[in-house]
C-alpha cells in the first residue's frame, strides 16, 4: 500500500524580487548666487584679423606729378611712418638709387620730359629689439631705421654709393656715421639736423643734407599721408590696435607690458625727460 502524502500547510517563499534603483535627487534650488568667477584673464581679441598691414612693409603710394621727387617721397616715408611699431617715437626711412634726375622740381614740369622717380633699395621703420626683463623705468632698445636701411644693404650686398636717404626726422649722430660711412650721398628729412659735429661730418664726407624747414610745406606733407590712410579706412583705434597686437606676439622676449618712461611735451624721444633732469640736478646744486 503506497503512503499518502499529506500537503504542506507552509506557506510558499515570497518570490525574489530585484532591488529599484534610488530615488533621482530634486535638483537644489535656484538662487541668485552669481557664478564663481574664473582667476583665468579673458582671452584678448584681435578687432582686425585681417589687417593687410606690417611693420617693415612698404604701402604702396601713387606719386603727384605736381611735387618733386623728394617731396613724394617724404610724403610716402610719412604714410611709412604709421606701421611703425616702436614705443619710442614713430620713424621711418627710405633709401633710393642715385639717379641724374632733378629731385627738388615738379616731376612734369611744363616745356620738359616727366622725371622718373629712382629705384627704392631698401626701407625700415625704427624697429625694437628683444629685452627680456624689461621694467617700466626703461627705455626700450631699438634699431634706428636709418641703420636697419644700412645693414640691410650690407647684409643683402645693395651698393649704396651715391644713394639717396629719406627720414621722417634728423638721423640721431650715430645714424649719421653710418650714412657717411655708407657711400650715401643725400639725406633728406623733416626739421634741423642737430648738433654741429653731424654738420660739420656730413658736409667733410661731401654728404648733401636737404632740410625741410617750411612750416607750410611740412604740414601739407602730413596731411596728405593723413589723407592717404583716411582713404585706406585706417583709424587711430586700428593703428593702436596693430601695435598692441605686435608686442603682444612678441611676448616675454620683447619686455611686453613694459612701458618707457616719456615726456608728454616733447614726444616719444624721452629727450625732453632728459632736459629736464639735468635742469632740476643744476637747479639743486644752485640750491646747495
Known sequence: MEPTVTPSTEAAPDPVVAPTDPPT????????EPAAISAEPAAEVDLFPDDPFATNVLP???FDPAMSIDDNFMVQTLIYTRLSISRRGNMAAIVTAPSAEPSAVPIVEEGASPAQPPAILLHSNNTPLPCPGLTVNHKHPELHAEA????LAARQGVSLEGATIYVSFPPCAACLQLIVGSGIKRAVYRRRLLGEESVALAKEEGVEVVEYMDYATDEKMKKMAGDWWEAQGETKE???NRTEVWWRKKGAAYGHGARPTVDAKEGASGVGEERKTKKQKGEKRKRE
Open 238 to 240: 586700428r593703428s593702436k
Open 25 to 32: 535627487a530634486a535638483p537644489p534650488p535656484t538662487t541668485s
Open 60 to 62: 604702396e603710394y601713387t
Open 148 to 151: 636697419r636701411c644700412i645693414t
